[in-house]
């Protein structure tokens, strides 16, 4: 059978961590077992057995032995006995509490590292690998798909716990009566493999689940996206059937599971309790095992039932979360071919002291190109500048390679040919990341995420002062429109922006980047909401705010492009 990637991830992050689990769940089965062992003689008291009538060679020779320093006075003997069970048992109870605490840190720091993983591998990702991964799966991958894993590892390590005490209760029935225990357990085996189908379609319900459930989240985050257009064209009806199918098929899987589950369980616990009436049988006619024996190994067998149980149980969590643990790790790891291995936990990224470009940048490009999905040529020979300090517009219809021109200028793609100078030296890792420090980009649909209009204007700044707020919004000519919203600055969103309309959020968004005091200033269709009059009036404003500033823009109005200090108009991805 196939080790699910869970367990070996799980296992790998964890070496030399569940040393002190594994060391509290034995001896939590250690006590427990001292307890059990403890029975003897207090059952024996309580039956009123003589040590002179133990049957040689059994297990009750236990109470023979404490004979020597038990009080003769069969009370004392009594409260001396129950006391001393009673100090095992609060021993036990205080390790419990221990382990399970211990075990529930465990498992939230491998999925609080798991999760942080996978959002750092987004992070760090090119942006050419990030923008070919699906913001559905990414979004059910880092919350659903996680959240399902975090149960399939608290099933390993409650039954890893599960397990070593029915090892240690296992030894103590074959200590007590061998052959009696020999017999369950063989028949104990033979019930756990029958059942192995069972666990095996758990595992195909899961991967029904994990599709049903993609389905739902799919299905909530695209109404939410397209609610204005749906209601528009009255198409909410829609919507409404297709959320109805997915959550109708999402319940369905969760009954069959529920059902797999229970009917795995009921044919344990069904085989646990014939088994304990075999031992009990078997143990009294068959070997003529003395009484207080009898009841401690049928006590073991009750209390071994609930450790299969829990096992069995922990075996079908593990499957079903596996399936989400592996759907998590495609949607992201694979997707960007990144490093699949959890060798270390993982720690926040620290964002490294790179002292950002000192003055407005000047690009050269010869010969630069690009190929995108399908080998298509998206660039071809591009061979420009773009002077410091000037503002350069780069035009064309739509298809001309834009916004790709854009994004190899600034460093999120790097070209596929050619050569790119910033101020005459190679435009390296080391200088993407001066730049980006120093870089304001505004997009046609970046989106407001933050709760709050303060919170989306000073992303990424920290505190800035209410007057550097204001004065940013005066310029782009949305401070009386913030004052008019609710809240003003610390007024809440709302269904992304969806308050704003498109022109507003656009002067928004040209706020946070004149915050920024930017040395490079990228527009890409970042006006295209406003109407020419106001664009125009908006972009000179930006202009003598940033007078030094390297501004680069994408437009498709002539009358825009005209405005610039400097053209670069393609046609086809080249040079027109």
């Known amino acids: ?154 099933a390993v390590l409650s039954g890893g716990s599960a397990a070593v005490l029915l090892i240690v209760q296992a030894g103590l029935a074959f200590w007590l009566a061998p052959f009696v225990a020999l017999m369950v357990a063989s028949l104990g085996l033979i019930v756990f493999l029958t059942i192995g189908p069972i666990r095996a379609r758990t595992t195909r319900i899961s991967r029904q689940i994990t599709q049903e459930d993609f389905r739902l989240f799919t299905s909530v985050s695209g109404f939410l ?77 009750v209390r071994i039932a609930p450790l299969l149980q829990a096992i069995q149980s922990a075996m079908q969590s593990v499957r079903a979360g596996s399936v989400a643990y592996g759907a998590a790790r495609r949607a992201v790891l694979d997707g960007l071919r990144s490093d699949t291995s959890i060798a270390t936990p993982s720690a926040p990224p620290v964002a490294a002291a790179i002292a950002p470009w000192q003055h407005p940048p000047e690009f050269q490009l010869t010969g630069v190109g690009r190929v995108g999905d399908g080998a298509v040529t998206l660039l071809d020979g591009i061979t420009a500048t773009v002077p410091r300090g000037q503002v350069t517009a780069v035009s064309g219809p739509s298809g001309a390679g834009k916004s790709t021109l854009l994004d190899v200028i600034v460093g999120l793609d790097p070209p596929d040919s050619g050569q790119i100078l910033i101020d005459g030296q190679p435009f390296d890792a080391s200088a993407r990341a001066a730049l980006a420090q120093a870089l304001a980009y505004v997009g046609q649909d970046d989106t407001l995420l933050e709760p709050t209009l303060r919170a989306n204007l000073t992303l990424g700044l920290g505190e800035v002062a209410e007057d550097r707020i204001w004065q940013a919004l005066q310029t782009v000519g949305a401070a009386d429109m913030v004052r008019g919203a609710e809240g003003g600055l610390d007024g809440p969103l709302r269904m992304d922006a969806q308050r704003f309309s498109g022109g507003e959020r656009q002067r928004l968004r040209l706020a946070r980047a004149l915050l920024r005091a930017p040395k490079l200033l990228v527009l890409d269709e970042a006006t295209s909401a406003l109407d020419p009059t106001a664009e125009a009036a908006v972009l000179d404003a930006v202009r003598a705010a940033l007078p030094q500033a390297t501004v680069l823009m994408v437009s498709h109005r002539a009358e825009t492009a005209a405005r610039a200090d400097h053209v670069i108009q393609l046609d086809g991805g080249k040079l027109a």
């Open 225 to 301: 996206r397209g609610l204005k257009s749906a209601k528009a064209h009255g198409m909410t009806d829609g919507y409404i059937t297709s959320f109805a199918q997915a959550s109708r098929g999402f319940g369905g899987r969760l009954v069959a599971l529920r059902q797999n589950a229970s009917l795995a369980s009921a044919a344990l616990q069904g085989a646990a309790a014939l088994l304990a009436l075999v031992s009990v049988y078997i143990g009294h006619v068959w070997i003529e095992i003395a009484p207080e024996v009898l009841i401690v190994i049928l006590i073991l067998m």
């Open 1 to 154: 059978m196939r080790i699910p990637v869970l367990l070996t991830d799980l296992y790998t992050w964890s070496r030399g961590r569940l040393a002190l689990p594994l060391a509290l769940s034995l001896a939590g089965a250690v006590i427990e077992g001292v307890s059990l062992i403890m029975l003897l003689p207090l059952l024996s008291l309580i039956l009123g057995a003589a040590a002179a009538d133990v049957p040689e060679g059994t297990a009750s020779e236990v109470t023979a032995a404490l004979a020597d320093w038990l009080p003769a006075d069969p009370t004392r003997a009594l409260t001396l006995v129950l006391a001393g069970f009673a100090a095992v048992l609060a021993a036990r109870f205080a390790i419990i509490v221990w382990r399970e605490s211990v075990l529930a840190r465990l498992e939230q720091s491998f999925i609080a590292d798991m999760r942080l993983r996978l959002f750092g591998a987004i992070a760090g990702a090119s942006w050419a690998e990030a923008r070919t991964l699906g913001h559905g799966q990414i979004g059910h991958a880092l919350s659903r798909d996680i959240d399902r894993s975090a149960s399939a590892v608290r």
